[in-house]
């Protein structure tokens, strides 16, 4: 179990983890220092690295709006959290020239959330939404989301394997996850005082799915979720039906000889088929590894191919991944060829190594990709309070991970 005095994610209003607004920007990344390269840092150090590579002639300035959302990703109608004279960024984001011999974007420009000028800490945790400008400040280029956490209760989160006792295989494997924690007494902190009863809330993250939260709430009426001892100074979040899923597909497209510029690109061992009943090899637990120097460092495009039967072609599917935010958005939803009897999905990819996943009809995660405990997944565990200060707000009292133990056995405790 690992714990963290402050963190930060990234977010947006709108509907995906990372989202762009022109052609301009090629691609936007986030990159975090916990597992699975959660987007994440203390509060005042080990800033997320926010990136994106920007094809013009010419560098370009930019505002950075910075917004404080709630734990539904509204904008906090408050002027002391978001006071729009102060939440703009105007110094210039720093960046640097494209590898020579690289065509498809001319310079990456790359921000570090706390530690750049003008933001070296924040004063207030909770989600929040970064937004990049042009220097007018008339469009929108880019946005993402991040939550930035506290630290101050102390405990952990452990997980097991539970089977479901009514559920048919394999829809019967699931994960349960308890985290525990102990709200100190006032006189060990230094903040405004902290009160139980506002504590109520939890979201569960599956490795870098940031818009696919498991909540557990005190007022929720789900029954494979609790929260024990609310309204008391020693709290439990329970989620006992956690689909561990399957690891992930991965492509690695790192290789000039196996995928030469200038061409578009398939998977070298034919199209992908579905893993209902099969296990996949370890995956990197969402995280990218792209290549940043040299000649190669660029952009290459690439082909999906998902292999169906007939009876399936009516359906939606999207591909997901680092490079959309493990979102299922239009421009990765998939066609169908009659001819060849495929879904089918294009785009550019940075020259890298890559997870990824198919789902079916945009909220579906499992029947093309199966469902199997030995899936070994990291699950980060946020937890919010209700501030009533300046009309209510959320923050984020604590934020830890825990890896899925893996194995073909059940674990639970009863």
């Known amino acids: 179990m690992r714990q963290f005095l402050g963190l930060l994610l990234i977010c947006w209003t709108a509907a995906q983890a990372q989202e762009v607004y022109t052609e301009h920007i090629r691609e936007m990344r986030l990159q975090g220092t916990l597992d699975a390269g959660f987007p994440a840092s203390l509060v005042a150090s080990h800033p997320v690295t926010v990136s994106f590579d920007w094809d013009a002639p010419q560098p370009s300035a930019f505002v950075v709006r910075i917004w404080h959302c709630d734990r539904d990703w509204h904008r906090t109608e408050s002027v002391f959290l978001n006071d729009p004279t102060r939440n703009a960024l105007r110094e210039q984001i720093p960046y640097s020239l494209s590898p020579q011999g690289v065509e498809h974007y001319r310079y990456t420009y790359t921000l570090r959330l706390p530690g750049t000028a003008e933001l070296e800490r924040f004063r207030y945790s909770g989600n929040y939404a970064i937004e990049i400008w042009d220097d007018r ?54 903040r405004a005082p902290i009160y139980a009863q506002f504590i109520r809330t939890a979201d569960v993250y599956r490795n870098r799915e940031i818009l696919r939260p498991f909540r557990i709430d005190a007022d929720d009426q789900n029954p494979n979720t609790f929260v024990d001892g609310w309204g008391t100074n020693e709290l439990k979040f329970i989620i006992d039906n956690l ?23 398939r ?27 040299g000649l190669y460092a660029d952009y290459l495009e690439y082909q999906f191919e998902l292999l169906l039967p007939e009876e399936r072609s009516h359906d939606s599917v999207f591909v997901v991944g680092d490079f959309n935010g493990w979102t299922p958005t239009i ?84």
């Open 137 to 190: 400040e008339e469009h929108r280029l880019g946005s993402a989301r991040f939550f930035v956490a506290e630290s101050l209760l102390e405990g952990g989160v452990k997980v097991w394997n539970r089977l479901l006792p009514s559920g048919v295989a394999p829809w019967n494997q699931v994960n349960k996850l308890i985290a525990a924690y102990s709200v100190p007494p006032q006189e060990m902190r230094e």
């Open 243 to 265: 689909p561990p899923g399957n690891e992930y597909r991965t492509i690695d497209l790192r290789s000039s000889d196996l995928y030469p510029p200038g061409r578009l690109h």
């Open 267 to 293: 998977s070298r061992g034919g199209a992908d088929v579905s893993r209902w009943l099969k296990q996949g090899t370890r995956d990197h637990n969402g995280i990218a590894a792209q290549v940043t120097t």
């Open 331 to 414: 421009p990765w939803a998939m066609w169908w060829d009659s001819e060849t009897g495929r879904f089918i999905a294009r785009g550019w990819l940075k020259r890298g190594q890559y997870d990824y996943q198919y789902v079916l009809n945009r909220n579906d995660w499992l029947s093309l990709e199966g469902n199997d405990w030995r899936t070994t997944s990291v699950y980060t565990v946020i937890v919010y309070y209700r501030d009533q200060r300046f009309g209510g707000f959320d923050r984020i009292l604590v934020i830890a991970q825990e890896r899925s133990p893996g194995g073909s056995e059940a674990t639970a405790p009863d």
